[in-house]
């Protein structure tokens, strides 16, 4: 690899880092780990090509261009998660895995296992840290502000929703998400 390659590599890594928490191939070959896959039935799950795992494990390419993979993506982290410290046996797991694979994404206020309090309703910040990974899933943050200021002449809530969701920090998101709900 060049050193021109061996940049975007890092570049890449870094806007994962960014948009996910850490780069990709971690992440996945932490749920590989955690969950006895392989990066063939990972990519399955995914919803993903083995070749685009393979990218996005690399650094070869930064972004989950499908917010519903990004949505199963987060749903195998909180089943990895479980499955690392008992709380899920291996044919649960396997189990959950499959509906997982089969998920189309859905909406964000869904009131699943991964997001729900102990009464089965989302927490508000839960609610927002989606909206908001959604949101980076498919532009940085950047991008996002030069959207928003495109519509802020004719659009300004939508602009302002941009701004406070797409690059803006969670407590400010969730205080807008609050003030907006009645």
């Known amino acids: 690899m060049d050193a021109t390659q061996q940049d975007a590599t890092a570049r890449a890594r870094e806007l994962q880092r960014s948009w996910y928490g850490e780069p990709l191939g971690a992440l996945f070959r932490r749920l590989i780990d955690d969950l006895g ?3 063939a039935r990972l990519a399955a799950v995914l919803g993903l090509s083995a070749p685009m795992l393979s990218q996005l494990m690399s650094g070869q390419r930064a972004k989950i261009g499908n917010p519903a993979v990004v949505q199963r993506v987060q749903a195998l982290q909180e089943l990895s998660s479980q499955a690392a410290d008992g709380r899920v046996s291996a044919a649960e797991a396997a189990e959950r895995m499959e509906e997982i694979k089969k998920s189309a994404g859905g909406s964000v206020l869904n009131s699943t ?7 089965g309703a ?10 908001q990974s959604l949101l980076r899933s498919v532009a940085a943050a950047g991008d996002i502000i030069d959207a928003a200021d495109s519509l802020a002449p004719t659009h300004p809530e939508l602009a302002e929703f941009l701004r406070v969701y797409g690059a ?10 609050e003030a907006h709900q009645s």
């Open 37 to 39: 896959l392989n990066q």
């Open 113 to 119: 296992q991964s997001t729900a309090t102990s009464s």
């Open 168 to 177: 803006g920090r969670t407590a400010d998101a969730v205080a807008h998400y």
């Open 122 to 131: 989302p927490t508000v910040r839960r609610v927002v840290r989606e909206i």
